[in-house]
């Protein structure tokens, strides 16, 4: 809840930032362009439901990095970019005051204009360091929503493809707003300058600088910032109060892999105390209960920890956490504990993402289908090798297709031999009836090649393909760029086996009966029984001479 109404008030106020940044880079257009622009948002901000949401959302947005900057116990895990925008956040209330303060609440105390000509006269000519505390307060207020809207959106999927245009709409609004603030404040003061507006120019800057205005304004800003100075020394104390009251309520021992023991004061988070234990920790989004990244297998003491709360529970959904895991930056111990960091200190935002189970690892019914070229190094011999490189690529391109038209994923090429999963996410009896598919397919579009090219093979190519089903670890696996998703176990070797069994019952497939049987297909066939390495029983198979 209290992260949903910071990520709300933080949205509502980066889109008032980018309206006004807007509004600004209107002025390249003319300064009556800007004043209408202005006068349109005006009518949205300042009406009763914009001023409440507004200015709620500034009220919330405040209290909650009160209440962020008490609950956070140490901010040596925060990144450079969390750094910058938590600094920058405790600069925008000094830096924007005056002019919030001036061109809102004095406007309406006192009931005088104050429109573009008012704010542009004092930026650009009367007192040019207000602006350039102006365009401080609103760099800061714009890197921080930025920043902000960064660190949000990195975990989240399909980000990396934005974030090149998100950077230039982040670069390029800032510097259309300065320029045309800067467009339209020329245009202001030639027109000022010119003699028939001198009495104008004269009442405008009489309005600037009235003396009632000037105190009101003073008093409303000094007001806001020492009431802004004061909650920040009273939340800094608050937290000196709480270190001095937990270090009188004892100490905790974490134990980590590898013998490490960590002693910490009771109150300590547990990604704070691989901090202070110097233990590597990965910890993506600086200990804010986003990312997961940080999470931990608890060992002995689980059951005297407290709770998680209901943001930590939906975090661990979402990455399929097992109940014996926690996120470490969100756990406090009350007792010894025994903690294990699930992910490398180095992680990247994809770990910190969602992904179905078979992606994670884990173990299921699978069906596994080999097939092999027979005899096809001796023909490769004596081609040449773009011939052999032509044909591999016919053959697999046909043999890809059958398999994925049957319902099949292509797990790896290996040489002249293919490999390919299925049931990998679906029920098992319906991949058993897609690969034997997928067979018949392949055996088809085999015969396909060799009609076509009859004339160039000399002898016709053949085939033998082997299917298992069973249990076998499935999950992405790899490094790099070479990362898919495959399964590995004695299934997969067994079907491995059948398929190297088409050669000595010569034949174009053996399979395994559980398969046809769970397919509920009618198979023709013949029922034997083989041996295979690591089985202690001979598993039936079903051995078709040919398929197509
Ligand atoms: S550090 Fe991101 S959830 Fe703990």
New binding site residues.
Partial sequence: MIRRLRLASGLLLFAYVVLHLANHAVGLVSLAAAESALAALRAVWQSLPGSLLLYGALLVHAVLAFRALYARRRFRELRAAEWTQLLLGFLVPPLLAAHVLGTRAVGEILGTETGYPYVLAIYLELAPEQGLRQLAGLAAAWLHGCLGLHLWLRLKPGYERWAPWLLAGAVLLPTLATTGTLAAGRELLARMAEPANAEAWQRLRASIEDPEKLALLGQLQGALLWGFAGALLAVLAARQLRRWWEHRGGRVVLAYPGGRRVTVPLGTTI?ESSRQGGVPHA????????????RVRIGRGLEALPAADEAEQR?LARVGAAPNVR????TRPRGDLEVTPLLPPQVAPGD?RGRPGHLQGQEREVVVLFADLRGFTRFSERRLPYDVVFLLNRYFSAMGTAIEQSGGRVDKFIGDGVMALFAVEGPVDAGCRAALEAAGAMAERLEEINDHLADSLGDRLRMGIGIHVGPAIVGEMGYGRAVSVTAIGDTVNTASRLEALTKDFAAQLVVAEAVVARSGMSFEGERREVAVRGRETALPVVVVERLA
């Fill in positions: 990604l910890a993506l989004c600086g200990g804010r209960g986003r990312c997961s990244t940080c975090v996120l470490a930056c969100q910190a």
